[in-house]
């Protein structure tokens, strides 16, 4: 069966350092991927869409990268701020029925 | 330009009881999905309407059903309410379909919470 892995286990980092999430996928084959950013008691808010043919994709501080081979997509942030604290959602959208399905998110928290 | 509104933003019912959830999605936008979030099962795709049909179905019972009106408002209910059924309920409006390569807005989520 289709499974989308996140790191379930929180990421602490250091403001100012890069924090880079994983989504793993399996039984799968995405057109494209996007990422969300949650927070508590809000509903998810995009931030970025890869395409199975793109390799990277950059946007400020941001920056996706795709490995259809690895069946992986990393999420950077650079120069993290306690601001950037959420919960990110990967969610690959497959060619066949071109629903989103969304991994159960990491939970990231920037310290000062 | 207005986001995605839903209401109400709270709700207790009781077990057995039905519910309906609405949902206004962003001006111009012609596609609404419906998306449960729970803490065991995370985000799961409910349906999709676009121009007033259903598009996409994800694999819930059939207590579940919506509509999507002509100005692109959708209501979602749910019939014979379970225990089970609590959780967060995310209506997300996008211009093309949601699986097209536009992104989804999300709206602020309906929290049911079943007695």
């Known amino acids: 069966s289709q499974k989308i892995e996140q790191n379930s286990e929180a990421l602490n980092i250091q403001e100012g350092k890069t924090a880079t999430l994983t989504c793993n996928y399996t039984?799968?084959?995405?057109?494209?991927l996007q990422w969300y950013r949650q927070d508590p008691g809000r509903g998810p808010v995009f931030l970025l869409l890869?395409?199975?043919?793109?390799k990277e994709k950059r946007k400020e501080r941001l920056k996706v990268t795709f490995d259809t081979t690895l069946k992986q997509s990393l999420f950077h942030i650079t120069a993290s701020q306690p601001a950037d604290s959420a919960t990110y959602l990967c969610?690959?959208?497959?060619?066949?029925?071109?629903?989103?399905?969304f991994g159960r998110g990491t939970s990231l928290i920037v310290h000062p | 330009k207005a986001g995605v509104t839903q209401t109400p933003r709270y709700l207790i019912k009781t077990r057995g009881q039905q519910v309906t959830l609405s949902c206004s999605p962003i001006?111009?936008?012609?596609?609404v999905s419906w998306y449960q979030q729970t803490p065991g099962q995370g985000l799961q795709f409910l349906f999709e309407?676009?121009?007033?049909?259903?598009?996409n179905k994800g694999n819930f019972p059939g207590r579940f059903s919506g509509r999507q009106f002509s100005n692109s408002r959708s209501e979602m209910n749910v019939s014979t309410l379970e225990l089970g059924d609590s959780a967060l309920y995310l209506c997300?409006?996008?211009?093309?379909?949601?699986?097209?390569?536009?992104?989804?807005?999300f709206g602020p989520g309906t929290r049911l919470t079943v007695t």
């Open positions: 890869i395409r199975e043919n793109e």
């Open positions: 001006s111009g936008h012609r596609s």
């Open positions: 969610a690959p959208v497959s060619g066949g029925s071109y629903i989103p399905t």
């Open positions: 997300a409006s996008s211009l093309g379909l949601a699986g097209g390569y536009g992104e989804q807005y």
């Open positions: 309407y676009f121009s007033e049909t259903q598009r």
């Open positions: 039984n799968y084959s995405p057109a494209y």
